[in-house]
């Protein structure tokens, strides 16, 4: 399997919810099936959300490229296949965008919402090319329908940007096609 031809899905998602959450089981089982669909993954992490996807990734067989902070220490137990360290938050935010063919967005707090709003905001105003922004978990679907009723836009078609995925099938389908 060569994994500089497949293509990197990027997961943004809370650090703080741990194994001992149910969400953890599940994007672990998740990002497992989407890499043996042929899909590596890129996370900005070591933490909750982020290594579930991490620890999926590779149990799949797929690559994991981990953008993280300096200033935070990287575990030794992780599974990243790769690290490449960023000085500050928007860098390591820039490299997660722009260098993923698609996003999946996770279980959350504020830096969750702040990655998927930058990266929304950037497919919306066609700054970044079209591919898939997944919002994965029952929290986004109350957060997205207050968005659309309060938010004044930039763009007419923002919400044909996102897709909202309630289980795991919704997720492959979605990259499937992309892929």
Known sequence: MNNIQRPRLTAFGS?????EKPEYGD???LSKSIAEAGWDGMT???QGMMAAFSEGIYAGGGHIRGITLERFPTPPNNTLSE??????FFTRM??????????LVLPGGLGTLAEVAMTWDLLAIRVLEPRPLLLYGEMWEPVIETLS??????????FESIQICHNHEDVLQALKVHN
């Open 149 to 158: 009723e309060q938010l004044v836009l930039s763009a007419d078609s923002a």
């Open 27 to 29: 994007v672990f089982a």
């Open 15 to 19: 650090s703080r919810l741990g194994p």
């Open 83 to 88: 690290e490449i360290r960023s000085r500050d």
């Open 94 to 103: 820039g490299t997660l965008i722009e260098e993923a063919q698609a996003w």
């Open 44 to 46: 900005g992490g070591h």
